[in-house]
């Protein structure tokens, strides 16, 4: 069987001192600290997954996941999210209540691999839509992990509005994860 711990801690207060050129700056804003173990890899029959972080303007944080089959247009073979209310009690959401689907792909020179980068989440009663910062955020790392990722910063929306910001993260879209 498979099974998995995941641990994170949003809206983590974060403050850096950047020098370029010989001159300082400060520099705050908000992070996010977060941790897997698992005990085993992917099953042999899933492609890859797509994860979601993001922390809220209003101070909640929305963490949400599918593992994707190889079988095309196939339902996720897990799915699930969860929203934390800032002071609040966790809201968690299975299968029934996540759907994440595309809401527009960028299709890498380097790979040729098309990449979902802005994504629809049907979220219990609440579509959100995330929007990359930019779209080349390939990294190719075939050469150490053996995988190649999409991953990177994303506006999170609802209504057309921006609500937060945080992070989506991609496998298996060049070909299935084999770690």
């Known amino acids: 069987p498979q099974a998995s711990h995941y641990y994170s801690q949003p809206q983590l207060a974060v403050r850096a001192r950047l020098t370029r050129d010989g001159k300082s700056e400060e520099r705050t804003g908000q ?8 005990s085993t890899l992917l ?26 089959s190889q079988q095309s247009n196939s339902a996720p073979m897990h799915a699930y999210a969860s929203l934390r209310p800032r002071g609040g009690s966790v809201q968690t959401l299975g299968p029934r209540d996540v759907r994440i689907s595309t809401r527009a792909e960028w299709t890498s020179p380097r790979t040729r691999a098309t990449w979902p980068v802005a994504r629809e989440l049907r979220i219990g009663d609440r579509t959100l839509v995330t929007q990359p910062l930019m779209d080349d955020q390939e990294l190719d790392s075939r050469l150490s992990t053996g995988a190649v990722y999409w991953e990177g910063g994303s506006r999170l929306l609802e209504n057309g509005k921006p609500i937060g910001r945080g992070y989506l993260e991609m496998t298996g879209y060049v070909a299935p994860l084999r770690l």
């Open 31 to 38: 992070g996010w600290l977060d941790h897997e173990w698992s």
């Open 43 to 68: 099953a042999d029959d899933a492609a890859g997954w797509d994860w979601i972080g993001m922390n809220l303007d209003d101070g909640s944080a929305l963490t949400a996941f599918s593992i994707r």
